[in-house]
């Protein structure tokens, strides 16, 4: 693998700024100062031309401004049409899209080949947020919350470079002239302008520059897979202009609408059921059933196609679609491949207003794996995933979005494969959604070997740890579908105890590990989420591993130990290569939501809001019990983060040390070179090269609640060398002639050895508190 230093390319005499270094100053009017000094605006984005930085939309929110509510809203009314045109993101992004052609600065920028190592380098460590569930300051919003200097100044001394603010844009849809509410936490997008519950467009460029001053960035999302019912949607039914053309929908003739399923008074659409979606494949609207169905719910998605009632257009004809939707019913998917190219202009808007507009610094790629669909063989499910129409089209979104000067990565829930193929020209980096579960399952079995399988699959296809983003929690479930395993490679076999064993069968063994040593009687406050996965915080999944049933008497030791392997699953994920990303609910340590609480949610069958509960990080509010946006409060483990930084033995200070070890190490743009059978079922090894100052590194981690003697062996090890755990500062001797050493683990501890000739290589002040 190629490491590219990314201040060579922010040399002026190199190519052109791909990322720069993120600790530049923060400049505020470019005209009060000299010329030949350069902003962290201008150096990050150097394409980003100047009459976007300052520019705000000063328009309304959802609803129409009461002199703009004229007449009815229907297709046949102009000043309804006239308004969803301005309201459409497809209009917006013809907008944006003219500010940036013919600017020479297009051009500055390499932007053919992804670039994970200078991503890696720009933002190390994200703080990864959710917009409903944080607990913002006194009179301030979730944006302006995330503009408080306080709060950088203890993500600075944690170790945080950069937070992702998760969706913050408007979403959800409309019904006439009213916004409804977001069917899936704002990941139906329906406007380009940030969703006032959350702040402001100068809150957000305020947090960019916050962000900046302490040495970070800002990740925004972009959705290229589907939008919410909004503007575009509506005037799409109506088939208007080029809107049809944005989303994978048809045209039904009337002499076939009793192929179509009644629409129930208050709805909009009806799913179509297998039957129905077999009739219009054969009759040659669609192309029927695809390879699998996402949110899978009898009765209400029994497939991925919807169609909708009887919409009125400009022209007084009423007309009725199928529309795609791989996930719900309230989104409906973007068509990547239509002659009009809306859709790809719309999504490429999107990106350019919160790269150019705004000022983020990279951006999230959600469902982009799902961006092509083709009609299969006669009896065969359309091919929907890991079709080259969607390395195509994120070779076109990480194009431009490093043209900009900016980074990507995509949450990519597909095989190794697909990771490995949208990787080579797509986005810059790929949520690591392979190792993710293996390691839970490590934890809850006290056995590695199958994360040392899934580790050495990656290494082997290519899919290196410098590429990927390793997580603890985040806003989704646990995810446990196993995709690698469950379909392309079904039928390949892999060895596993011993044993040969299908990846289908494979798959099904680990899946019901999980859930029986993580739900239920095991874990009763965690909750299977359809066939994707569990509904669980990073505690609530340790609490069930170690056997806790119920959390409302965990308290003094109990919490010690839950905090303990919190830390392994933290050094896990922080001591390889890449990028390690954590939430607002691991830091605090939240534990899920009582079920009561959150009947209401819970009743449309979407389990993940019980880990979505509110946080208070800098206990802004002590006194509230739910977030602005109506969250009740889980419970806090740990505290809010300035308490915990006073305590040495607390989560955030032994984590802040872990991530010294890690920045003055360069583990996160080293290489990973091996993962090692071990001499405990218990105990990962992770051995690593390109390490500045030392000659190798290994990461020994040890996932049982035992203590274990365990003998460590490589041969990219050499007799002779020293042996030193950083996180400690012990020396443990030297490797010996059979290229090992012999180590003991207190249970969950992790040890981040180096290994040199003679002295020990230099490294942060070692705290024996973070191995246990």
Known sequence: MEHVDARTKTDPSARGAAVS?????????????????????????????????????????????????????????????????????????????????????MWQNPFARPNPVAAVRAAPVWFTAYPISMVTKAGSSFLGTLADPDLWDVFSRIGIRAVHTGPVKRAGGLSGWDPTPSVDGHFDRISTQIDAAFGTEDEYRSMCDVAAAHGGTIIDDIVPGHTGKGPDFRLAEMNVGDYPGIFHMVLIDPADWHLLPEVRPGRDSANLDGPAEAALEGAGYIIGRLQRVIFHSPGVKETNWSATGEVVGEDG?????????????????????????????????????????????????????????????????????????????????????????????????????????????????????????????????????????????????????????????????????????????????????????????????????????????????NA???????????????????????????????????????????????????????????????????????????????????????????????????????????????????????????FASQLAHVLRVREASGIATATQIEVPACSHPGVLVMVHDDLPGTLRQATVLNFSADPVDVRVSSNHFRPGWTVVDQLTGDELGGVDELHGVDLTLEAHQGRFLTFGEGAAAPGVTPDPRVSG
Not at 70 to 93: C, F, H, I, K, Q
Not at 457 to 477: F, K, M, T, Y
């Open 21 to 105: 270094d993120p600790r530049d100053p923060v400049e505020h009017d470019p005209a009060e100062r000299d010329p030949a000094e350069i902003s962290y605006s201008e150096h990050f984005f150097a394409a980003r031309p100047q009459l976007l930085r300052p520019r705000a939309r000063l328009r309304g929110q959802g609803a129409p401004e009461p002199g703009e509510r004229v007449g009815e809203p229907v297709g046949t009314n102009p000043d309804y049409v006239a308004w969803l045109r301005r309201e459409s993101m497809l209009a917006d992004a013809n907008t944006i899209a003219t500010q940036f052609s013919g600017q020479g600065s």
């Open 317 to 525: 004809v009423a007309r009725r679609w199928v529309y795609l939707h791989y996930f719900k019913e309230g989104q409906p998917s973007i068509n990547w491949l239509d002659p009009t190219f809306a859709g790809m202009r719309l999504v490429i808007g999107d990106a350019l207003h919160s790269m150019g507009d705004l000022g983020s610094g990279g951006l999230r790629l959600d469902a982009n794996g799902f961006l092509g669909v083709e009609k299969s063989g006669e009896g065969e499910a359309a091919w929907s995933e890991g079709h080259p129409l969607s390395e195509a089209a994120n070779q076109l979104i990480g194009s431009m979005v490093r043209k900009v000067g900016g980074f990507s990565f995509q949450e990519l829930n597909l095989t190794v494969d697909d990771i490995r193929v949208t990787a080579e020209a797509g986005a810059d980096l790929s949520y690591d959604f392979v190792n993710r579960p293996a390691y839970h399952h490590a934890l809850a079995t006290a056995d590695t070997e199958f994360l040392r399988l899934t580790l050495n699959i990656s290494l082997e296809s290519g899919v290196h740890p410098i590429s990927l983003v390793h997580a603890l929690q985040n806003h989704d479930e646990l995810t446990y579908e196993l995709v690698h395993f469950e379909t392309l490679h079904r039928d390949d076999l892999f060895t596993f105890h011993g044993v040969e064993v299908t990846g289908a069968a494979l798959a099904a063994h680990v899946r019901g590990q999980l859930v029986d040593h993580l739900t239920g009687e095991a874990g009763p406050y």
């Open 528 to 650: 299977i989420f359809t066939t994707n996965g569990i509904a669980s915080t990073s505690a609530t999944i340790i609490a069930a591993a170690l056997g806790y049933r119920d959390l409302d008497v965990v308290d003094g030791l109990d919490i010690d130990n839950i905090r303990q392997a919190h830390l392994l699953l933290a050094m896990f994920n922080a001591l390889q290569p890449g990028v390690f990303a954590l939430s607002g609910w691991d830091l605090a340590g939240m534990t899920t939501v009582d079920r009561d609480e959150i009947g209401h949610l819970l009743a449309t069958g979407d389990t993940r809001w019980l880990h979505r509960g509110a946080y208070d990080l800098m206990d802004y509010r002590p006194d509230v019990s739910q977030s602005a946006s109506g969250m009740p409060r889980g419970r806090s483990l740990y505290g809010p983060l300035p308490a915990q930084l006073d305590d040495p033995d607390s």
